[in-house]
């Protein structure tokens, strides 16, 4: 199922705010400070973040890869590596992986794994599959570059682990430096703890 890149991304940015002011998701709320409703070992600065994204091109090769994110942009109570994220305090939080896909040859989706010109995105939790939580990209057209969106919800306890897998045949994670406007990343990460 097509979903538009915008719709998807206005979704993302309407819960993101929400959360911004306070309010749990799809519902009315009011701002809270920290010293309002403070966490167990908690920095009052406010809640736990992870703004991640790469500048390499990641290739699909048919194989399921953990997913690479070099560039730290951001960060508040969590613990980052090259490939995953680590919480430091219990909460729920909010996972969205953006992967830009890219093709040269183009393909359709058949069957239950990805085949030419498609890549799968996923979480993991302390490396077992989130359930519910992998979308696929097909991309007919050929020489062509779509952006697909991933997110989730989830419990998370202090130590947890998160990564993002991905699998995909003929096609690669593409990172693009524009003449005008900042890199656009190969793919984007942001982990934002909701309570």
């Known amino acids: 199922m ?40 908690r920095a009052a600065k406010g809640p736990a973040f992870a703004q991640l994204s790469s500048a390499v091109d990641q290739e699909q090769d ?21 490939d995953s994220v680590t919480v430091r305090h219990p909460g729920t939080y909010l996972l969205v992986v953006a992967p830009q896909v890219t093709t040269e040859k183009g393909g359709v989706q058949k069957g239950k794994d990805p085949t030419e010109g498609c890549a799968d995105t996923w979480f993991a939790v302390n490396d077992k599959d989130v359930p519910n939580s992998a979308v696929r990209l097909c991309q007919a057209a050929t020489h062509s570059t779509h952006v697909v969106v991933s997110q989730s919800v989830t419990p998370l306890k202090a130590g947890d682990t998160v990564k993002v897998r ?30």
Do not use: C, M, N, W
Not at 10 to 37: K, N
């Open 62 to 82: 048919g194989r399921v890869k953990p997913v690479q994110f070099e560039l730290v942009d951001g960060r508040r109570g969590v613990d980052v590596t090259k």
């Open 166 to 195: 991905a699998k995909g045949v003929g096609v690669k994670f593409d990172a693009t430096r524009p003449t005008d406007g900042p890199l656009i990343p190969s793919v984007i990460l942001t982990l934002t703890e909701l309570s």
């Open 2 to 41: 097509y979903v538009p890149r915008t719709l998807v991304a206005l979704g993302t940015a309407a819960v993101i705010a929400a959360v911004t002011a306070g309010a749990a998701p799809g519902g009315a709320g009011t701002a809270h400070t920290a010293a309002e409703r403070p966490a167990p070992g």
